[in-house]
Structures are given as structure tokens and as C-alpha cells.
């Protein structure tokens, strides 16, 4: 793997609280189960850099072999990779993501929800 | 290039022998599955763990020859 890449994603998985590999962009997310990640992390008021890993092919292919997980979207908290769309979905509504983002003393600001 | 829900099937059935697979072409395509797996396999693994463990079932493929695989995963005993 290409060292470049493995220390490019080290760091930002070290220096952001919340890190978000996906296709497309927050603003424009190139695939459903990306677009899902950003509306659960903005849902739940989370600051997070989003990475998009159709700008970059060794990026794309560099971030499944680091996490040894072979779709996109992945989040990272604070250094830690924790799942793609569906166990974000999950942690999500059983409460565990929220728990787990107030253990590891990540600021949210959930919005009043509408429900 | 898409993939039958009978090879997924048959893949996962292949790693692991006890599971139950509940499987929905979402689009009729052969490209956007969503899969349910229930294995004593899974008893004490992480969910990444479960998770991974269905992926390398498919040797690959997913994310590769399949777009889109939505996965939950659960033990037996445990509801989901």
C-alpha cells in the first residue's frame, strides 16, 4: 500500500474528531449510502470532514485496504473506524452512536427533531 | 458486472454453513442487494467483525462486482 496514502489518512483520522470517507462531497454526495452517512452525522449536529474518494483513485482504493472494509462510505471517530452506512444506521437508532460521541467527548448539538 | 442472489447466497453459505440469509434485490438489477445474516458464527464478534466476515464470504465482490450490499447482521438468539 502506498505509504503517501496510509500517512495522509492517518493524520486526518488523528487531527479531526470526526472523519467521513465517501463519494462525493457533504454538499453533493455522489451515492445513496454516502448521502445517508452526512444526513445521520448532520442529524445528529456532529462536525466532521467529509473525504471525497472520487477526487482520488489511490484514496479510494488506499482507505479499503487501511480499514480492511471494502465499501464506502467510512467513518472514523476520533481515530477509531467504526462501520460503514448500515452499522452507522444501526448505532444510530439504537442510541449507541450518540452514546459512543459523547464518551469520546465529541461536541454534538442535536436538533430538535421533528417527529 | 452484477452478481445473482443465488451466488451471494451460496457464497455466504459456503463461509458459513448455519446461516440464515434473507436477501432483496432492491432494484431488480442484480446490483442493489439488501441482506440480512443471522449466524451462530457471529456469537461475540463485533458488529465490524460480523460485518467483515460476511465481505470476505463474497471474496471481493462486494463493493466490487456488487454496487450496493446493505448489511445488518445478528446471532440466533439475538433479535434485531
Redesign the interface.
Given at each position: 500500500m502506498d505509504t503517501m496514502i496510509v500517512e495522509r489518512i492517518r493524520a486526518d483520522v488523528n487531527s479531526n474528531d470526526v472523519v467521513l470517507y465517501m463519494k462525493g462531497t457533504p454538499v453533493f454526495p455522489q451515492c445513496?449510502?454516502s448521502a445517508q452517512a452526512v444526513q445521520i452525522l448532520t442529524m445528529l449536529g456532529v462536525q466532521f470532514k467529509g473525504v471525497d474518494v472520487l477526487a482520488d483513485t489511490g484514496l479510494r482504493q488506499g482507505i479499503?485496504d487501511f480499514s480492511?472494509?471494502?465499501?464506502?462510505p467510512q467513518l472514523y471517530i476520533k481515530g477509531e473506524?467504526?462501520?460503514?452506512?448500515?452499522?452507522m444506521r444501526?448505532m444510530f437508532q439504537s442510541g449507541e452512536l450518540q452514546r459512543l460521541l459523547a464518551d469520546k467527548k465529541v461536541p454534538t448539538e442535536q436538533k430538535k427533531s421533528i417527529a | 458486472m452484477p452478481m445473482s442472489a443465488e451466488e451471494i447466497q451460496r457464497l455466504i453459505k459456503e463461509a458459513l454453513p448455519d446461516a440464515r440469509v434473507e436477501l432483496k434485490d432492491l432494484r431488480g438489477d442484480n446490483d442493489h442487494y439488501q441482506a440480512h445474516v443471522e449466524s451462530a458464527a457471529f456469537c461475540g464478534k463485533s458488529r465490524i467483525d460480523q460485518h467483515r466476515m460476511v465481505y470476505e464470504a463474497l471474496q471481493g465482490r462486494a463493493g466490487g462486482l456488487v454496487h450496493a450490499l446493505a448489511l445488518t447482521t445478528s446471532t440466533p438468539t439475538s433479535t434485531h
Amino acid at each position: 500500500m502506498d505509504t503517501m496514502i496510509v500517512e495522509r489518512i492517518r493524520a486526518d483520522v488523528n487531527s479531526n474528531d470526526v472523519v467521513l470517507y465517501m463519494k462525493g462531497t457533504p454538499v453533493f454526495p455522489q451515492c445513496g449510502f454516502s448521502a445517508q452517512a452526512v444526513q445521520i452525522l448532520t442529524m445528529l449536529g456532529v462536525q466532521f470532514k467529509g473525504v471525497d474518494v472520487l477526487a482520488d483513485t489511490g484514496l479510494r482504493q488506499g482507505i479499503k485496504d487501511f480499514s480492511k472494509w471494502p465499501t464506502l462510505p467510512q467513518l472514523y471517530i476520533k481515530g477509531e473506524f467504526i462501520g460503514g452506512c448500515d452499522i452507522m444506521r444501526e448505532m444510530f437508532q439504537s442510541g449507541e452512536l450518540q452514546r459512543l460521541l459523547a464518551d469520546k467527548k465529541v461536541p454534538t448539538e442535536q436538533k430538535k427533531s421533528i417527529a | 458486472m452484477p452478481m445473482s442472489a443465488e451466488e451471494i447466497q451460496r457464497l455466504i453459505k459456503e463461509a458459513l454453513p448455519d446461516a440464515r440469509v434473507e436477501l432483496k434485490d432492491l432494484r431488480g438489477d442484480n446490483d442493489h442487494y439488501q441482506a440480512h445474516v443471522e449466524s451462530a458464527a457471529f456469537c461475540g464478534k463485533s458488529r465490524i467483525d460480523q460485518h467483515r466476515m460476511v465481505y470476505e464470504a463474497l471474496q471481493g465482490r462486494a463493493g466490487g462486482l456488487v454496487h450496493a450490499l446493505a448489511l445488518t447482521t445478528s446471532t440466533p438468539t439475538s433479535t434485531h
